[in-house]
């Protein structure tokens, strides 16, 4: 696929990246394949040996070089929100300018909002690599945050790591948030149905009980109106592409927009 130079964001924002090489197979989905493989992929795209551990490893700060430092400056005025996730956020194998959280920035701009969006999505991020990242943010403070979207816990699920270690993980991300005066914007995360009923419901319910636990704002699905349809996603089955981050992008939007001008009205 031919790549277009990548452009400079025109509003006030800063992408945290760490790209994960492109899974160069080719596949044909149904709606029920793309749901049964996406634990394949999703583990296959996350080198355990390299970048999965750097991610969730003992070393909670990101790497200077993963820094966009060609993002604009972030300023002292408006609302900055933080979104912390995986590769679903970083937009992978897309340029920056491309993912749900940069489409968001360009939704408030158009509004005539300040708001500065920082893209923290990490690809094959767990629950554990974002609350590390998460501790670093708060005590290096490289901006001052109002907002957290916490989109985490897929790669949890598709892993087989204990929910209950997911949910404490969140709850913990969520309380150190609290204590600094940042209001959470809770996304949730569905895993393929072919983990079983009790699995997927019992993970579905580590959203459902953080949202009542800390009475969040939530969006249900980060990924509703494009999981498994195949022209929104890249040809991993997972991943959306441009067309299903402007989806993503609106749902998330909808769901942001009350927040911030709350904030703003403060």
């Not at 349809?229 to 909808?254: C, Q, R, S, T």
Request: glycine share 8%; aromatic share 10%; with cysteine.
């Amino acid at each position: 696929m031919n790549r277009s130079p990548t452009h400079q964001n025109t509003y006030s924002a800063q992408n945290l990246t760490a790209r994960e090489t492109t899974i160069g197979h080719n596949y044909h989905h149904t709606p029920l394949m793309i749901w049964i493989s996406i634990a394949f992929f999703m583990l296959a795209g996350c080198d355990f040996s390299s970048s999965a551990s750097e991610i969730i490893g003992s070393g909670s700060q990101p790497k200077s070089d993963a820094v966009n430092n060609d993002a604009a400056p972030l300023t002292d005025t408006g609302l900055t929100i933080l979104f912390l996730g995986d590769s679903l956020t970083e937009g992978y194998d897309l340029f920056p300018e491309q993912s749900y959280p940069s489409l968001v920035g360009e939704h408030f701009k158009a509004d005539g909002k300040k708001v500065t969006i920082v893209n923290a999505g990490i690809s094959g991020d767990t629950t554990l690599g974002g609350l590390n990242r998460f501790k670093w943010y708060l005590e290096n403070k490289p901006y001052s945050v109002n907002i957290l979207f916490l989109a985490l816990g897929a790669n949890d699920g598709l892993r087989g790591l204990p929910l209950a270690t997911a949910y404490q993980n969140l709850r913990e991300i969520i309380v150190l948030a609290k204590k600094n005066n940042i209001k959470v914007v809770l996304a949730g995360i569905e895993v393929p149905p072919n983990y079983g009923k009790e699995y997927t419901a019992n993970f579905r319910n580590i959203y459902n009980s953080l949202q009542n636990e800390y009475s969040l704002t939530r969006m249900p699905f980060l990924l509703k109106d494009v999981a498994g349809i195949a022209e929104l996603n890249l040809e991993d089955g997972i991943h959306p592409n441009a067309e299903g981050y402007i989806i993503i992008a609106k749902n998330v939007y909808a769901t942001l927009k009350p927040v911030v001008e709350a904030n703003l009205s403060q």
